[in-house]
T-cell receptor, first 113, second 116 residues
Framework: GESVGLHLPTLSVQEGDNSIINCAYSNSASDYFIWYKQESGKGPQFIIDIRSNMDKRQGQRVTVLLNKTVKHLSLQIAATQPGDSAVYFCAENEGGATNKLIFGTGTLLAVQP | NAGVMQNPRHLVRRRGQEARLRCSPMKGHSHVYWYRQLPEEGLKFMVYLQKENIIDESGMPKERFSAEFPKEGPSILRIQQVVRGDSAAYFC??????????????FGSGTRLTVV
């Protein structure tokens, strides 16, 4: 079936460094992708999104890159801060009548002060 | 705007009991989605509802699970005769329509169901 493939790896970075979190997706029909941040005990929080007609989108301290050729997404966080510590998920949306999201397993980002 | 409200935050049920999870969407949102999250996994889509209609329940187990979104009141996810494997966090999201982007989906804080 369709899947966005992550198996909860952990990324440990020093405060102030840049972080890169990767994600592979498998559904070629997906045309919209989102990165979410989930802190312990909370729901997913929208970070940034990108449509399939783009390969890069920048927000405040975050950048998402999309490589459709190899079905790969990445999230770059500049100058990582302790408050960035959380689990990060990519999600894909193939549009259509339901607008449902397909989530990956997530990456735990641990920021060391 | 209070956001998407879910209650209870934590729910403990014995095997065989029923669990009722409630979700009040954001004001002005008429679309509700339910997702389930097992420990150290991503969220898995269960069901998508609009007022008084189930639009897509392709992720919902065929037995024991049901969902509704009445004309008045919150959306309810109901799990009958719970088993230990139902223990998970259940998240609700709402949207004003088939809208993408940061103003589309908004998630609640979830209900953590523990079956003992």
């Amino acid at each position: 079936g369709e899947s966005v493939g992550l198996h909860l790896p952990t990324l440990s970075v020093q405060e102030g460094d840049n972080s890169i979190i990767n994600c592979a997706y498998s559904n070629s029909a997906s045309d919209y992708f989102i990165w979410y941040k989930q802190e312990s005990g909370k729901g997913p929080q929208f970070i940034i999104d990108i449509r399939s007609n783009m390969d890069k989108r920048q927000g405040q301290r975050v950048t998402v890159l999309l490589n459709k050729t190899v079905k790969h997404l990445s999230l770059q966080i500049a100058a990582t801060q302790p408050g960035d510590s959380a689990v990060y998920f990519c999600a894909e949306n193939e549009g259509g009548a339901t607008n449902k999201l397909i989530f990956g397993t997530g990456t735990l980002l641990a920021v060391q002060p | 705007n209070a956001g998407v409200m879910q209650n209870p935050r934590h729910l403990v049920r014995r095997r065989g009991q029923e669990a009722r999870l409630r979700c009040s969407p954001m004001k002005g949102h008429s679309h509700v989605y339910w997702y389930r999250q097992l420990p150290e996994e991503g969220l898995k889509f269960m069901v998508y509802l609009q007022k008084e209609n189930i639009i897509d329940e392709s992720g919902m187990p065929k037995e024991r699970f049901s969902a509704e979104f009445p004309k008045e009141g919150p959306s309810i996810l109901r799990i009958q005769q719970v088993v230990r494997g139902d223990s998970a966090a259940y998240f609700c999201a709402s949207s004003p329509g088939l809208v993408r982007g940061s103003y589309g989906y908004t998630f609640g804080s979830g209900t953590r169901l523990t079956v003992v």
